[in-house]
């Protein structure tokens, strides 16, 4: 029997991407990962041909406008990657009978809750980013099929690309004073976790909406001072509040994810941020 073909939907470049190939393949999937310029993921019939000639069995759509502030000012290109290419992702996924694991964000939240958000709680973005996600999983809701998988996550780090933590590490290395915001509280989580529990959930040939992060929580300033502690750098990391560290774009000041659902369905506990963020660390900046 062949093993299942998977097309993913940014993963070339994207820190999430680029994880989702690199796990995909150690588990012995053939993974797909076009360019830009090899594949127009906005022109459904491509999308389709590539599905039939390749015989996809999966697609899943790491591709996003992911730029938080950015977004705030370039509202159409965010809603055209994070509304639009889904729904057309999810249509043309639906109409060959092939899975779609979409992500989205923990930034669909105001924040004005102090326990984990579970995937009943009623999302209310606060940030143009947050509000183009949720139009994103709304489109995909409105024609949901068994097939359909939506995937909210939150902080990543990992390998390939950089990130918060590979940012925070790079300034503490040039000797650069780090400020780092300590009053906004989320799920660090590392994109190898990730990959490997998305690909749990479609094993369990499962479908809708699941918050999937590392066990744990934690600040910005909290994140860098355990990064950096992992790096064996001893900066000092000064906590700022959000006002006197103003960004464009709103975000949430609490937004941990409640992964109970995902546990239930696989019967696995996602394990800490902190494992997780030591072991990238040790292996990415040693
Ligand atoms: N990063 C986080 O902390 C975080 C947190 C919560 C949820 N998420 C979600 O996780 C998913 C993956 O995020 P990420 O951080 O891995 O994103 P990322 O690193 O910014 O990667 C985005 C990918 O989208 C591609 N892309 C952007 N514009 C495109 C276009 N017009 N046409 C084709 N491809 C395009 C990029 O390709 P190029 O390199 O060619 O631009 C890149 O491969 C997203 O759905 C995001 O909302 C991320």
Redesign the pocket.
Known sequence: MNSPTVLIA?G??????QALVQVMQGEGLKALAP??KELD?FDARQVEDTIRKNNIDLVAN?????GVDQAEEDQDEAYR?NRDLPGILGQVCRENNVGLVH????YVFDGKKNTPYSTDDTPRPLCVYGRS?LAGEELLMQSPWDGLLILR????FGPF?TNFVSKMIQMAESGRPLSVIHDQTGSPTCTLDLARYSLELVKKQTSGLFHVVNKGQASWCELASEALMCAGLSSRVNPVSSGEYPQKARRPSYSVLDTSKFSMVTGITPRPWVHALREYVFQVHE
């Open positions: 940014g070339r470049t994207g820190l999430l991407g360019g830009r993921l790491a591709v996003a406008y992911t990657l992500y989205s964000t923990d996600k996550s939150a902080w990543l690309k």
